[in-house]
């Protein structure tokens, strides 16, 4: 019997139509979302090459691979209610389809609004393929639905695939001398997968499909205004001039109203967005403040890494596109760090993020010390690794951490409300600030008359800045290591069977 409809059942996936041998089923599943996982709309890895073929800033580009990053982060409150009201055969279809779409209108556009738009949808599907994709191999990932094992695992993927697709899409821009070859692959792969799902298998439901009631659009559509008003203003800030600036001037004004709003609108409906009760668990503010430190010290590779490499060591894309490799490496092995952590040795958070903090502490020592204009690239990847070892650490144990603070109600709000803080918005706030005190050191040094070329007043300036960052990751090191928490509950739970969870959406007042 399937596992939807019997707690205890073994695993299996009904979906399959009978002939698709069961050795094969989840792994397949699994290739889907690790393609899910390499989509977007405009990626990253091939920023230089759509500045120069669509006329575009960098500030542009960017704007539209963040709103991807934006759209990742909100059908969370959502999946649920999707998943108990379509089969999973047309969900997967639907989710691998308009990726298609977006990754092929994104070639043929370059007005900067569509391409947001086009960038955000794909992302939103993006995660809803994701979500589908897991949700049914997690028996099979865990038969005893333990969340220490689903999301180092889970995170494998997330987070490794952030340092493939840049990979990826850079090499294969390389190779056909086009920035669309990305979306193209990407754009066929999609198709691959509503092929073969359409083939495969058949409709099925968990349980009686749900009606699609209760889903706050509009409170949706406010908040991620907000998270793209906040990105808008920090990544236009140093081209524009900051608050000298107009555009900034308006889209400051236009927050404060957007956020307002989503303010209002989430106290005053029956079933907001995001629920008020979500926001009083206590120790999430603790926990946001945890994201923003881990933001503020990992996003030193957006501004200060980059400049190094680029303007001082002379290094071209193709020559650092190794580091995401490396970064790759690091992510496995942070993600299946906090599984052995957690599960096998099951010692304390605490001592976790001391381990995932003197790593980002060690990035930015090594990196203090090795700012020098004769450094080799293979001196990068110690370093480079270390720190997205500390960041998959953190991002992994944290995630753990929420889910045994919150009720399984709220913890999916509470996904996206971590993703307020992770998903590019206090990365971009962090490398706004990074390139704003760059520029003013840069200047200072010249102004102070120091007998330095441009080149190595940069050079001064990122060492700076990255002993300033050695000091605030030692400060917070010290605070992990007098801070001494054990997890929430002494027995990590378990995550519910699904139809658990639609007989819980069922009851709830619609």
């Not at 999707?82 to 994104?106: D, E, Q, S, T, Y």
């Not at 760059?438 to 120091?450: A, D, F, K, M, W």
Request: hydrophobic share 55%; aromatic share 16%.
């Amino acid at each position: 019997m399937s596992d939807f409809h019997a707690p205890g059942g073994s695993f299996s996936m009904p979906m399959y139509n009978k002939w698709v041998p069961k050795a094969v089923q989840p792994w397949i599943y699994l290739c889907f979302a690790f393609l899910f996982q390499l989509s977007g709309g405009m990626y990253g890895g091939t920023l230089a090459h759509i500045m120069g073929d669509n006329c575009m800033i960098r500030e542009d580009v960017l704007m539209i691979v963040l709103c991807g990053v934006v759209g990742v982060n909100m059908p969370f409150p959502f999946l649920f209610k999707f998943k108990f009201r379509f089969a999973n055969k047309r969900l997967l279809i639907n989710a691998a389809l308009i990726i298609a779409m977006c990754n092929i209108l994104c070639t043929c556009t370059e007005n900067i609004f569509v391409l947001c738009v086009l960038s955000y949808v794909a992302g939103f599907f993006k995660l809803c393929g994701t979500f589908e994709c897991f949700s049914n191999i997690q028996l099979w990932m865990t038969p005893k639905r333990d969340f220490a094992i689903f999301f180092p695992l889970l995170y494998c993927v997330v987070l490794g695939n952030m340092s493939l697709s840049p990979w990826i899409s850079l090499h294969l821009a390389y190779i056909f001398q086009s920035w669309w070859a990305m979306n193209m692959v990407m754009a066929i792969a999609m198709l691959c997968i509503a092929g073969i799902v359409f083939f495969l298998t058949h409709d099925f439901h968990i349980m009686k499909p749900m009606p699609l009631i209760s889903v706050d659009w509009l409170g949706c559509v406010l908040w991620s205004a907000v998270m793209i008003e906040i990105i808008y203003i920090f990544n236009y800030g140093e081209y524009y001039n900051w608050w000298n600036g107009e555009p900034i001037r308006v889209v400051a004004v236009m927050l404060l109203v957007t956020f307002y709003f989503a303010i209002r609108r989430m106290r005053h409906i029956r079933h907001p967005y995001l629920e008020p009760q979500a926001w009083l668990y206590k120790g999430l503010i603790p926990l946001f403040g945890l994201f923003i430190l881990v933001e503020l010290v990992s996003s030193t590779p957006k501004v200060l890494q980059s400049r190094f490499t680029g303007m001082i060591l002379g290094f071209g894309i193709m020559d650092t596109s190794r580091l995401y490799i490396v970064e790759w490496i690091g992510t496995l092995c942070g993600c299946l760090s906090v599984m052995v952590w957690v599960k096998l040795l099951r010692l304390k958070y605490t001592r976790l993020l001391q381990v995932g903090m003197a790593a980002l502490l060690a990035y930015e020592v090594m990196m203090y010390f090795s700012v020098t204009p004769s450094l080799d690239l293979a001196s990068l990847y110690i370093p480079v690794w270390c720190r997205t070892f500390g960041v998959a650490i953190f991002f992994t144990a944290l995630t753990i951490y929420l889910q045994e603070m919150m009720d399984f109600k709220h913890f999916f709000m509470g996904l996206t409300m971590i993703g307020l803080v992770r998903n590019g918005v206090v990365e971009t706030v962090c490398s706004g600030m990074y390139s704003l005190m760059l520029r003013h050191n840069i200047t200072e040094n010249i102004v102070r008359g120091v007998p330095h070329d441009m080149a190595q007043s940069v050079m001064v300036s990122v060492k700076q800045l990255y002993g300033a960052t050695c000091l605030i990751a030692t400060a917070v090191l010290l605070v992990f290591l007098v801070w001494n928490i054990q997890p929430v509950r002494s027995t990590l739970r378990r995550m519910p069977y699904w139809n658990v969870v639609g007989r819980f959406l069922r009851r709830s007042p619609q």
